[in-house]
T-cell receptor
């Protein structure tokens, strides 16, 4: 158990709909990251938050948005869903350690299926 | 931004043989290079990492080497076992300006199969 909790574990929805994925980081971790994993596509970085503020943005579509709340949990909102959005969405958290990057602890992921 | 290339995409070895996975990165400012293992249906987990001030690091049967000049790093697994079968991802992180830690950019992964 990594200490990172993601809900829901599985989600099936239709095209055009909107869903929200939730992540609770490990206790004490201030940074939260979202990754998308599609078949044969590896782990695509979407966005990073640190202590409530957006820190880095990757290949995140405009239909997607995220935020980190004062209690440090984060939500990833996916709207106007398309078939191609079907993927496993991982949240990860890490301890801030000065200027150095460090280990990411991944949640179990939320598997989204868009029909 | 950073781009990480990983090869091969699939690798099949006999139990007891060695396996080598190679990655290249594009951002010369990158300073942290972890390797993650993802078993089928599971989350990625860190197995070893190396920072840019070190050329090689070893942990039992696993070692990572880094060549900063060539901008490539490699994962070496010796005496492979069936339980080593998984997808392995390399990653690179350059760190962010202002003293914060950076996001990881991952390679596309290598599916390692160890045949008994």
């Amino acid at each position: 158990d990594s200490g990172v909790t993601q809900t829901p574990k599985h989600l099936i929805t239709a095209t055009g709909q909107r869903v929200t994925l939730r992540c609770s980081p490990r206790s004490g971790d201030l940074s939260v990251y979202w990754y998308q994993q599609s078949l044969d596509q590896g782990l695509q970085f979407l966005i990073q938050y640190y202590n409530g503020e957006e820190r880095a943005k990757g290949n995140i579509l405009e239909r997607f948005s995220a935020q980190q709340f004062p209690d440090l949990h984060s939500e990833l909102n996916l709207s106007s869903l398309e078939l191609g959005d079907s993927a496993l969405y991982f949240c990860a958290s890490s301890v801030l350690s000065g200027r150095a990057a460090g280990e990411l602890f991944f949640g179990e992921g939320s598997r989204l299926t868009v029909l | 931004g950073e781009n990480v290339e990983q090869h091969p995409s699939t690798l099949s070895v006999q139990e007891g043989d060695s396996a080598v996975i190679k990655c290249t990165y594009s951002d010369s400012a990158s300073n942290y290079f972890p390797w993650y293992k993802q078993e089928l249906g599971k989350r990625p987990q860190l197995i070893i990492d190396i920072r840019s001030n070190v050329g090689e690091k070893k942990d039992q049967r696993i070692a990572v080497t880094l060549n900063k000049t060539a901008k490539h790093f490699s994962l070496h697994i010796t005496e492979t076992q069936p339980e080593d079968s998984a997808v392995y991802f390399c990653a690179a992180s350059s760190g962010l300006k202002g003293g914060s830690q950076g996001n990881l950019i991952f390679g596309k992964g290598t599916k390692l199969s160890v045949k008994p």
